[in-house]
DNA sequence: GTATATTAAGACAAAATAGTCTTATATATT
DNA sequence: AATATATAAGACTATTTTGTCTTAATATAC
């Protein structure tokens, strides 16, 4: 997995509330309701985002957590670095010790080539595009998990 | 991670292993020495890859575990899919749940691309491409591991 | 100000992953 | 046969990740 289960969370509630007006704030129990996930623990991972300054949250009637900013001004990977942090960045995914530039395994040229493709297409998607086709069911139930081809 | 520390540990042993003689056996002590890989670890991972047929292994003195098939003959793919299942071939490695050919979401097109690009290469290249220009620091000392980029 | 709704914080528990250690088994040498 | 060398198997421990629960803090409404 190249993303933490913790990150998934994060990217799914962010691309939920991509599709919901900014005016309001959403609690996070409503979050947590539609997307199946544990209250208690993604009021956890929006902690870090809100710290993040990717959401801001209210406390009290009415209040609840939104996007800091328009969707299409965050990014997929500002999520990703918010919650996991940038190891993803500066670590070979593919878990050989003893990066790149020094001492190139024969692998590298190939396999940075894709990284630096993975790492683009988080810096370009935003949660503006997730939300555009947003679709509940994708994003909610776990069932649709097992045995799907990609 | 895409990949799980088991799995890195067989893929370094196995391109070690592919640098060597198929003639003899090579203990797995003096594999974990080289990759500074605990014994007791390495044994249990590499007996994984004997169970999968791509060792072969042999107990007593002289004995050890040496590749089954010819190193150009072994794929990258073929040790993680040994040690890490096909979870990678059939999980989206973003970790969204519901997958993509009935309700695909809007990175689906873009990530599909770069992962099927990550498939093609691990089913391309073999331990003997690893093994071609091995470096043992490279694939030995964690120290290397901070702070370099890829 | 009291009750209610909400996030924040942190203690705690469970599960998955990684790592250690001991014993069993097979082989070779003498 | 006895000893030494090796992998195989499995019990055990440690660490990390994930998830649960309780309490604190903050805001609203009446
Ligand atoms: S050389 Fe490149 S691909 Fe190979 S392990 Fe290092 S960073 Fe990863
Ligand atoms: S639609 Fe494709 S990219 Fe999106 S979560 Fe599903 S498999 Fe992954």
Redesign the pocket.
């Known amino acids: ?1 190249l ?7 994060g990217l799914r509630a962010s691309a939920l509330l991509a599709s919901k007006s900014r005016a309001d ?7 947590s309701d539609e997307l199946d ?5 993604l ?5 870090k985002l ?2 993040s300054e990717l ?11 939104k996007l800091a900013r328009t969707a299409s001004d965050i990014k997929f990977m500002d999520v990703v670095l918010s919650i ?1 942090g940038d190891s993803l960045l500066h670590e070979c995914a593919l878990g050989l010790p003893g990066c790149g530039i020094l001492e190139p395994c024969p692998m590298h040229d190939q396999w940075s080539g894709l990284k630096q493709n993975i790492v683009t297409m988080m810096k370009d998607i935003t949660l503006k595009d997730l939300a555009n086709n947003y679709n509940s069911t994708h994003l909610t139930f776990d069932s649709f998990n097992k045995g799907n081809q990609v």
């Open positions: 997995m993303l933490s289960q913790t990150c998934i969370y704030y959403t609690t996070i129990r409503e979050l996930i544990s209250f208690h623990f009021t956890k991972v929006l902690q809100t710290k959401l801001e949250s209210y406390k009290g009637p009415n209040g609840g957590v996991d």
